[in-house]
């Protein structure tokens, strides 16, 4: 399940409450060139390394995803997928949306959700609430709007009005999609003799 | 939503439970010849009305959907269902596996949910359970094995292990469904300029 969005629309904080509630799910730790914020630790929010480590990683194509975002390198490492997925685990991946659509394409059974801000006004007064320049902000919401387009191939929108609420839509899709046929055809095989 | 099962599953339940957690999504009120359980209220649980008359409305083309079932019509008037979505409400329908069928049909942005037993042996034993004749729970069995090869075009299967946790699915299917992005459309338009 791959939780996306422009940044400042919460969707970290929903998939750390969601977290807590399905502690069934992992969550991929992503790799990261920014430093940590606090609070933040190796490991467990990110893989803090190097911009040097992460061109090399790169190179080596050791990314499942990666993106940039504002001077920073953002990424999945392709072994931390296969080693969760592979124990036959549920993996919960918070990357950007440039990311997202690189994994669509090797990932067709995942479930892609997009996080919107409750209305532009919002989304324009939360970049506000950064304090940016106006320069810096025009920047932002553009990039913003662009990333809002992809919205067009996703399978889920939450509209991230109320936190609670918006974490209770993100367990919901969860748990319903694990109740979805296609999902299930193992266990309904006894039944059909 | 279209709530679905064989006999002796506990859809009717898990369908009660749910509608207390989701007050906002409307019962659809089935029309029946059988004949009220303790407890059962007419309007309620069921329009209970004569075998006359339920043949009248089958003529009349009152129906959505109906299908006979030991002996008993049951049926889904279209005048209730047109109402509840004309006025935009949400609508849940517990129906019979051959009225599901026919609703598919037309109504193909409906959301089918298929009750299943945990088990081949739950289902026999729950069958017992009712103390017939071997005989009876034969047929009983043979119509269910019938009725569950139809989950093959469901949308999501509950296997109602545990009456909580199969309401908690039904909920979290409602709640997801209303996260889809097709269903969506009104709302991601402003985000799309």
Redesign the interface.
């Known amino acids: 399940m791959v939780v996306s969005a422009p940044s400042g629309t919460g969707k970290t904080s929903i998939c750390r409450e969601f977290l807590k509630l399905c502690p069934d799910i992992r969550f991929s730790v992503s790799s990261t060139t920014r430093p940590p914020r606090p609070g933040e630790k190796n490991g467990v929010d990110y893989y803090f390394i190097s911009e040097a480590a992460f061109r090399e990683q790169i190179k080596a194509g050791a990314f499942a995803e990666w993106a940039e975002n504002y001077g920073y390198y953002y990424g999945t490492a392709k072994e931390i997928m296969q080693n969760i997925l592979g124990a036959g685990c549920d993996l919960l991946l918070d990357i950007e949306p440039v990311g997202a659509t690189a994994l669509r394409k090797n990932y067709p059974g995942g479930v892609f959700?997009?996080v919107?801000p409750p209305?532009?006004e919002a989304l324009k007064s939360r970049l506000n609430r950064r304090g940016e320049i106006p320069e810096v902000m025009q920047v932002r919401l553009g990039k913003a709007?662009d990333e809002?387009?992809e919205?067009?191939w996703?399978?889920?929108?939450?509209?991230n009005q109320d936190l609670q609420d918006a974490v209770?839509?993100l367990?919901?899709?969860?748990?319903?999609?694990k109740?979805?046929?296609e999902r299930?055809a193992e266990?309904?095989r006894?039944?059909?003799?």
Chains 1, 2 share one sequence.
Request: proline share 3%; with cysteine; net charge positive.
């Open positions: 959700v997009f919107l209305s532009l709007m809002i387009k919205i067009v996703y399978d889920y929108i939450i509209i209770d839509c367990r919901s899709i969860y748990i319903a999609e109740c979805r046929r299930l266990k309904i006894p039944f059909l003799g």
